[in-house]
């Protein structure tokens, strides 16, 4: 079945250090793939999402890419601050015969910025 | 624009008893709907979802239930609440539309004592 791996956290950076928060996926078909960021005792909220392969996700100076030859979609940034500290997660679309529409997450990984 | 509220934000509830969680989505029609359970410093699993009125799956056997009583509102139930049942519940939508994202609300803390 379809699935997300991500890397282990925590992940812990001085402010304005690169961000680099690793994510691959196994999947049949063509699916869309999402990062969620979820700051504490919060919802998710979606960060950025790419449909197709090559496609660029960015939003809020994170970015990542649909790269389709090495299933991956890493989440990437030039300099974090303290407020990006939180929990991400990856996603994929996991589109059912049926038309329903399910996001398989991975596991989330935790970033700690600190000052 | 579209919003989802959930209710109430925080829980605290004796073995036992019994829980209703509700969730409304404002702003559109016919979403779908879903119940996540995040367990604490884990991920996410779904728990139930409603693509319409009256229509709701189940993606694990446990002792919650799920209904959907109106278009835009999705209710989260259990008669008798184990300990194990604590966690962070998370409601979402998404439009009918494939390989669209979820939105999700801030959230019910649940704390079974």
Partial sequence: ???????????????????????????????????????????????????????????????ATYRKETTSFHLEKGSVQVSDSAVYFCALSDRRNTGFQKLVFGTGTRLLVSP | SQTI????????????????????????????LYWYRQAAG?????LFYSVGIGQISSEVPQNLSASRPQDRQFILSSKKLLLSDSGFYLCAWSTEAGNQPQHFGDGTRLSIL
């Avoid at chain 2, 884990?42 to 779904?46: C, E, F, K, N």
Wanted: with cysteine; aromatic share 10%; net charge negative.
């Fill in chain 1, 1 to 63: 079945g379809n699935s997300v791996t991500q890397m282990e956290g925590p992940v812990t950076l001085s402010e304005e250090a690169f961000l680099t928060i690793n994510c691959t996926y196994t999947a049949t078909g063509y699916p869309s793939l999402f990062w969620y960021v979820q700051y504490p005792g919060e919802g998710l909220q979606l960060l950025l999402k790419a449909t197709k392969a090559d496609d660029k996700g960015s939003n809020k100076g994170f970015e």
């Fill in chain 2, 5 to 32: 509220h959930q209710w109430p934000a925080t829980l605290v509830q004796p073995v036992g008893s019994p829980l209703s969680l509700e969730c409304t989505v404002e702003g559109t029609s016919n979403p779908n």
């Fill in chain 2, 42 to 46: 884990r991920g996410l699993q779904l």
